[in-house]
């Protein structure tokens, strides 16, 4: 009894504590977890964005392209999932990716709702070009150079994603 009142009172105390300092301030930007996941990302996504300009795909194709080259024919909203991509934006991406040949969407036959997209020869030539992977390929390594703990940096944020959502292996 004491323990649980002593809870009690305590979130007692915190909520009236919070309902008190609510002009509490926002940190800055430089501190803002989000803002600055965000502006990491773009640092690395630069000079990958300039190699995919010169293949001639978006960053979401490419996404698109190495979920389907890494795991094979999937299902829209999984392939969506592991892209990264919304399932509307899927949709849409889809159609100019299917037009140009890279990617292949066939219906099930159970349920004409539902779909499966694979990748074709020509996507997969994107995903197997020596110059492009030559460069991601050195690309990754000058970062893993500049970052003394590269992998435990991609352990903590694969921690992080699944702490958030509650999914692994993404």
Not at 90 to 105: A, P, Q, V
Request: hydrophobic share 35%; glycine share 4%; with cysteine.
């Amino acid at each position: 009894f004491l323990v649980h009142s002593y809870y009690r009172v305590t979130r007692m105390q915190m909520s009236q504590k919070n309902h008190v300092d609510s002009k509490v301030s926002l940190p800055e930007t430089s501190r803002s977890l989000p803002i600055v996941l965000m502006r990491a990302r773009e640092a690395v996504m630069a000079p990958i964005r300039q190699m995919l300009n010169e293949s001639g795909i978006t960053e979401q194709q490419w996404r698109i392209l190495r979920v389907l080259s890494e795991s094979g024919s999937q299902d829209a909203s999984r392939l969506a999932m592991r892209a990264c991509i919304t399932l509307p934006s899927l949709t849409r991406i889809s159609r100019s990716m299917i037009d140009r040949g890279l990617i292949e969407r066939e219906t099930d036959g159970q349920d004409r709702r539902r779909y499966t997209v694979s990748i074709t020869p020509n996507g997969q030539k994107i995903i197997d070009d020596k110059e492009y992977r030559d460069g991601m390929v050195d690309f990754n390594y000058e970062i893993g150079k500049a970052f003394f703990s590269y992998s435990v940096l991609r352990r903590k944020l694969r921690a992080l994603i699944t702490n958030f959502t509650g999914q692994e292996n993404l």
